[in-house]
């Protein structure tokens, strides 16, 4: 989740709580191989609270590429 450009993002999809644990979707985009973006290392982050809990958390992670316009 860390990358060589600037541009890169993580967003939460969405928190699912089920009866043997919770599931927090994530989307770590990038951008695409035609974008315009800094050399950098960079190392985005998100935030979002939940209710304490006592049962297993699961990250979902689904990479995508963002690709601009030629």
């Known amino acids: ?3 060589g450009q600037g541009g890169n993002s993580l967003q939460v999809t969405g928190i699912y709580e089920f009866d043997d ?3 927090i979707y994530v989307l770590d985009a990038s951008p695409g191989d035609h974008c315009s973006a800094i050399t950098v290392i ?13 049962k297993p958390i699961v990250f979902n ?6 690709n601009c316009a030629q």
């Open 1 to 3: 989740m860390s990358g």
């Open 21 to 23: 644990g919770i599931s």
């Open 61 to 66: 992670v689904q990479s995508a590429r963002i």
């Open 42 to 54: 960079d190392y985005p982050m998100t935030a979002f609270l939940i209710r304490k809990t006592d």
